[in-house]
């Protein structure tokens, strides 16, 4: 296999070298977050046309009003003055901002309200900075900055960039090592009790020969929502599946990608540091290690009912009444929204010291369950 070869690849390499194999984890993790020329601490664009990927974001500024209304129902459902609105993983702002838009028209919530941004890279921050010049926000370095606030903690393709282990099933669960002669090469070693009982916990059984990925740092992330929350609600968008879908035997090969430039390739040893690398959330394991942090699951939907439910289509009509002439232009995003990404996006949301409500964008209900 040609390999490109990088800074950053000639780094891990030369680690690899000094100190033997290190585990896929370490390897996905250096190549996204290693300072300054990782892939997420870099400065090239990666959202957008010129990056190598889009977001809902990216596309139509209707996500974050229909996200921006869903918060607006939680404040009013919470009843407390102070509400605090935290983003975790903001990427270039503009979902920020458009949620900060529609949650200006209601002043009595604007007035009271705190948003704040868990942002650990130090390059997406600034770009932030210069696109939210709003008087209410304000940045931190870990959510575990805000324990005891009240309100909504969201985000938006987070989880599903975190480092994993890649683990096969062979007469036992193996995990994937990266090692290094004449170029990077998998070496698989015994899976740790961390890996086995993750399985064990969530009942899965892998057969023979079966490839997939275990999250561990997600646990991490919702264990430290759970006790940073005090009260409301938590909103985590991203694709990915259920147990029982994510480990169905045609992903026999796990769920790892990588993308580079718009084009998507299974090949995490090519441009390192260069292209992204992500895994599909497993949301059973949200659901569950959620519950141990006190977080009750309100509900769990894709993101075309999750959008329907919120008034996409009274959206759309209006759009038309107020700009006909551009009512084409703006309403095809829309569409792709719902369309091409409406099943591929998965909508989870959860609570804590909140009695039971039905909210909107959980009121149209989707094919897809948390079965535990």
Not at 55 to 76: D, H, P, R, V, Y
Not at 78 to 100: H, P, Q, R, Y
Not at 157 to 185: S, T
Not at 273 to 293: A, C, I, K, P, Y
Request: with cysteine; glycine share 8%.
């Amino acid at each position: 296999m040609i390999q490109n070869i990088t800074p950053l690849s000639s780094i891990i390499a030369q680690k690899i070298m000094q100190n033997g194999p290190i585990s896929f984890y370490d390897f996905m993790e250096m190549a996204l977050y290693y300072p300054e020329i990782g892939y997420y601490t870099s400065p090239h664009e990666k959202i957008g046309k010129l990056g190598d990927y889009y977001t809902s974001s990216n596309l139509s500024c209707a996500f974050g009003e229909m996200l921006g209304k869903q918060i607006e129902e939680m404040w009013i459902i919470l009843g407390d003055k102070k509400f605090t609105v935290v983003e975790m993983g903001a990427g270039l702002g503009i979902l920020s901002g458009d949620v900060l838009e529609y949650l200006k028209k209601n002043h009595e919530l604007y007035q009271d309200m705190n948003y704040c941004i868990v942002e650990k890279s130090p390059v997406l921050r600034e770009k932030q900075k210069k696109r939210l010049e709003y008087e209410k926000v304000s940045w931190y370095d870990s959510i575990t900055e805000l324990s005891g606030m009240t309100g909504c903690i969201f985000s938006n393709e987070l989880p599903d960039a975190f480092p994993v282990h890649v683990v096969e099933m062979q007469n036992e669960l193996m995990e994937v090592f990266v090692d290094y002669e004449n170029g990077f090469k998998e070496a698989l070693r015994p899976a740790t009790d961390y890996l086995n009982n993750y399985l064990e916990e969530l009942k899965i059984t892998l057969p023979s020969g079966f490839r997939t990925e275990i999250n561990l740092d997600a646990i991490k992330w919702i264990h430290e929502i759970g006790s940073t929350l005090k009260k409301g609600f938590v909103i985590t968008i991203d694709y990915g599946y259920p147990s029982d879908e994510l480990y169905q035997e045609y992903r026999n090969r796990g769920t790892l990608m990588c993308y580079y430039k718009h084009s998507v390739n299974e090949t995490p040893f090519e441009h390192i540091g260069e292209q992204d690398m992500t895994t599909h959330v497993n949301f059973s394991s949200l659901d569950r290690w959620g519950q141990r942090s006190g977080l009750q699951m309100c509900g769990f939907t894709d993101q075309v009912h999750f959008l329907i439910g919120l008034g996409i289509d009274e959206y759309l009509q209006d759009l038309q009444k107020k700009d006909p002439a551009n009512y084409y232009k703006k309403m095809l995003p829309v569409k792709t929204l719902m369309m091409e990404m409406g099943e591929t996006f998965k909508i989870l949301i959860q609570k804590k010291g909140v009695e039971n409500f039905e909210l909107k964008g959980l009121k149209c209900p989707s094919r897809y369950k948390i079965n535990l």
